[in-house]
């Protein structure tokens, strides 16, 4: 089982930048690919950015630009660091994990909150 925690949400206001860490623990040396979604009150859970163990980005288009993903191996954490933060960004960000045999894991979600 793979556990997930996330941290680094809280309030800023336009314009501003965030990072944001997801520690994993457990049955980690199999995780292929790790991700960062978003969901915002009232939306769907969005797919924003993914890694995989061997460094390779991809950004889905609301994050091109403004996301960068990446990942500290000695740490078992991966970040997000979010920069030029905008209103609409205001949402809960949560981590997740794919092993190799395809079972998944969600962090309980950290809260963005960005001011205009």
């Known amino acids: 089982q793979v556990r997930l925690m996330e941290s680094g949400g809280g309030s800023v206001q336009a314009g501003g930048s965030l990072r944001l860490s997801c520690v994993a623990s457990?049955?980690?040396?199999?995780?292929?690919?790790m991700s960062w979604y978003r969901q915002a009150s009232g939306g769907q859970r969005e797919l924003l950015a993914t890694?995989?163990?061997?460094?390779?980005?991809n950004y889905q288009q609301s994050a091109k630009g403004r996301f960068t993903i990446s990942r500290d191996n000695a740490k078992n954490t991966v970040y997000l660091q979010m920069n030029s933060l905008k209103p609409e960004d205001t949402a809960v960000y949560y981590c997740?994990?794919?092993?190799?045999?395809?079972?998944?894991?969600w962090g309980q979600g950290t809260q963005v909150t960005v001011s205009s």
């Open positions: 997740h994990s794919i092993r190799a045999l395809g079972s998944v894991s």
């Open positions: 890694i995989t163990d061997s460094g390779i980005t």
């Open positions: 457990g049955e980690i040396s199999d995780i292929r690919v």
